[in-house]
């Protein structure tokens, strides 16, 4: 089963990646429409609650208390779903994603290095993105050994973006080219990219260096 983020800071960037990774691959992964708008009703509720429970100004006891409640609502509706897969769909990348480690016993632990994926972004085509990219250490297109993936966060419009905060979570892979679709009303605006190894345990190497390309109408 799924191992959660004990820090709740951390739980909820957990919450962010899974809820987003999930809409992107529910079909392959065999979810429920039922279950994902269970989850996708309960998560906007999570982004709320935890806004208020977690800012000075609004954090009161009862805040708090339904934050706590929600959170474990999330957990259930999460390990309901995670209990649903067949072993034979999980590819590695989901694993890492939900933190889903393969059953049979432990494995030894392989720290993160380091090194960050290399990223560049090809905006040749009308509305997507085709992003290749490397690691920088090796200069292969491949993970470096204590990663199994790559998340990739965006930010669309506006200034660079200066801190995680600003960006969203798209999806992860485990290849060395992922692609991204967009919206009419994005043609034209630049979308910058940052992306970061991640392997099995959840754990987070550090950001790449930042890359964009412009939309194409």
């Known amino acids: 089963m799924a191992h959660f983020p004990p820090k709740e800071s951390l739980l909820s960037i957990y919450f962010q990646v899974v809820v ?3 809409l992107l691959n ?25 806004a208020l429970a977690t800012t000075a100004a609004t954090s009161t006891k009862t805040n708090v208390g339904q934050k ?9 509706i999460l390990r309901g779903i995670y209990g649903d897969f067949p072993d034979s769909v999980l590819l590695p990348a989901d694993r890492d994603t939900f933190n ?11 720290p993160m290095g380091s090194s960050t ?17 490397l690691d920088s250490a090796s200069n292969k297109h491949a993970h470096p050994h204590g990663a199994s993936a790559c998340e990739v966060w965006q930010k669309i419009g506006g200034a ?30 630049p ?13 987070k190497g550090n950001w790449s260096p930042m890359f964009s390309a412009n939309v194409q109408a």
Do not use: C, Q
């Open 160 to 189: 660079a973006p200066v801190e995680a905060s600003e960006l969203t979570y798209i999806g992860s892979t485990s290849n060395a080219v992922f692609a991204t679709d967009f919206v009419g009303t994005d043609a034209g605006k």
């Open 26 to 50: 529910f079909a392959r992964l065999l979810i429920t429409p039922a279950n994902k708008t269970k989850l996708t009703d309960k998560y906007a509720e999570w982004i709320v609650i935890y």
């Open 100 to 110: 889903i480690p393969v059953l049979g016993g432990a494995h030894p632990h392989v």
């Open 68 to 76: 706590d409640v929600i959170e474990e609502e999330m957990k259930v």
């Open 191 to 203: 979308v910058y990219y940052w992306m970061r190894w991640v392997n099995s345990r959840n754990e």
């Open 117 to 133: 994926p290399i990223g560049k972004a090809d905006g040749g085509a009308r509305l997507h993105h085709v992003i290749t990219l």
């Open 20 to 22: 987003a990774y999930i």
